[in-house]
């Protein structure tokens, strides 16, 4: 059983802040990669921010400088810190994980629901 909880999505305008917030539940399982994704209208979903479990960040190259991701292992959590938000950063931000359980020998993905960031201007 894997649960994926977001939170802080919202409504902001251009230039202000919001904190995205993925808590992770498994059973007998580690999490490798977190990351977060983003699907803005009639558009393909797309890599925002990848970390690994030793904390490498991956960014997109259009939020380089204003988003930071961060993971807590012993929570299964990973964040991502907005700044700077501009209307183009508006999308449904969806949590993402890949899992490894203990005893099989694979892994494989998951994804939260979404949650919605909007930046008016």
């Known amino acids: 059983q894997v649960q994926l909880v977001e939170s802080g999505g919202g409504l902001v305008q251009a230039g202000g802040s919001l904190r995205l917030s993925c808590a992770a539940s498994?059973?007998?399982?580690?999490?490798?990669?977190m990351a977060w994704y983003r699907q803005a209208p009639g558009k393909q979903r797309e890599l925002v921010a990848g970390?690994?479990?030793?904390?490498?960040?991956t960014y997109a190259e259009s939020v380089k400088g204003r988003f930071t991701c961060s993971r807590d292992n012993s929570k299964n959590t990973v964040s991502l810190q907005m700044n700077s938000l501009k209307p183009e950063d508006t999308a449904v931000y969806y949590c993402?994980?890949?899992?490894?359980?203990?005893?099989?020998?694979?892994?494989?993905?998951?994804w939260g629901q979404g949650t919605q960031v909007t930046v008016s201007s």
């Open positions: 993402y994980a890949i899992i490894s359980p203990v005893d099989r020998d694979y892994d494989f993905q998951w």
């Open positions: 498994v059973s007998r399982s580690t999490i490798k990669t």
């Open positions: 970390i690994t479990s030793d904390g490498t960040t």
